[in-house]
């Protein structure tokens, strides 16, 4: 599903309100969806406290209490300044017809609904004076709250608090989520979001330049690799794993395990010898290479079937790895198409990223970078703060000429060509140890099925969280593998079933 930033939202307004569908008709169309959530969520006698802003916000607002009062429902309103004159706000004003108190004499009733009409997509600076105290009295209060198109004092296009914000329970929004929906701290004041239609048509979706969307598999379900047609082990995919030294195993064998269950055919891990050991211990199903050298292993990964491989887990940041995975960007005739750059991999260039950009860009392979937060600014220190969470990520990587996932539990994934998509259902249960060196090797198993690789990165989030929610409390990053073959069988089945 696509997310509109407050700008490409007005351009579909403005683009429905062009082809004959007044304002009016919008914010009257708004309210009404507004006012079907309600009704799920009020008792008939509940008492209704709708606050509203001086912009269209406000506006539904008004027409939503004019609404609601004709169903004889008990309906308060409380105004931060009126609408402008002529404006749709101000007609909708008009037919409210009631009284309508200053904002500063609101008092929440903890047994109410309060409606939050305040700002949505024009809020323009934070949040102060009477508009802060009414949201920090409301959010103090009992009462349930639902914000109307998304919570006053949100940034729309960033997620970000500006002053302070409304805490909702429900927010209504229409047409298409916004990115503030979805990425945090927006997505905690959001609570439910319900995308409502109000008469703006889909064609204008072929006009707005939208390039962000939302996770899921909808986004990536038919490129998702199915083995059916494969009848050999390396025709359904292989994938390399890089291990560090025999104290660090742990890593490189969770991106192996969680590849293999992914999907790739065959799996190898490629190991200095006494670390190849401890990894022979300990699996069955995944082969173990040794490579006496960093050289030896350069070599067996130029020289391989595998199509994808992941570096970095548990190898150790320093030169010999810089040299590594300078050494596999730059071979050429193997293979090996397509590189996950995780962990240490990241930190190693955290001097010189820029040779790290260069030689992705001047390469021929298809990488992934996926940092955590840490990573990224230490590989992109001058975007690390004050942007919105999807331009980061969408400069990253035009930047580095990698598609670029920033972990996080709003991860975002960022093609050099400007898509984005955020992820919708990540979790705290994978804030432990491990967890991203599988979603390494989750992206891996699936590029070495051939699944284009932006959608791979996409898939891969999206799985590795649903993982972590199948398996529930006291998980640790050892369990996500084993919990992929039924997540992606579900899929399927879904998939068959034409749902
Ligand atoms: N006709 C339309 O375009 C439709 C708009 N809709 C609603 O209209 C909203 C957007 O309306 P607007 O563009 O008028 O914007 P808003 O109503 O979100 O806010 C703009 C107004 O608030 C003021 N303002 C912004 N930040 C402030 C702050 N921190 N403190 C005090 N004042 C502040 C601005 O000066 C302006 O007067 C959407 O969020 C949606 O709820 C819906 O009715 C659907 C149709
Ligand atoms: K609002």
Redesign the pocket.
Known sequence: MHLLT?QQ??QA??LT?DSGLS??D??Q???EAVASIIRQLAGADQLIQILC????????GY?LGAILVREWRNVEIFA??A??DD???AWARSKWGKDVRPLSEFRPDGSAIIVD?????????????D?LEAVERANGSAATIVA???P??IG?NDGKI??TAIEASDTV??FRGKPGHWLYPGRGNTGRLHVKQ?GIEERVLRTIDSNCRLNGPFLWIGSLPSSENSTHKYERGAALIFSGAALSTGASRLSALAAARAGAGAVTLVAPPDAARVHAAHLTAIMVNEAETREDALERACNGKERAAVIGPGYGVGEPLKKLVLGLLKASNSALKTIVLDADALTSFREDPETLFDAIRAGKKNVVLTPHEGEFSRLFPNLAEGHAKTEKAAEAARRSGAIVLLKGSDTVIAEPDGCIAINPNGTPLLATAGSGDVLAGIIAGLAAQNMPLFLAACAAAWLHAEAARSFGRGLVADDLPDQLPAILESLFDTEERGQ
């Open positions: 407050t939202m007005a307004d403005q309100m304002g009016c919008l914010m169309n708004a309210a802003g001086p912009g269209n916000n406000g506006g539904d027409a931060v300044a609408p402008k404006s749709d706000a009409a305040l700002f949505g997509a024009g809020l323009s600076r934070p949040l102060e004076g508009a109307v198109d998304i006053s004092g729309g500006y002053g929004t229409f109000i």
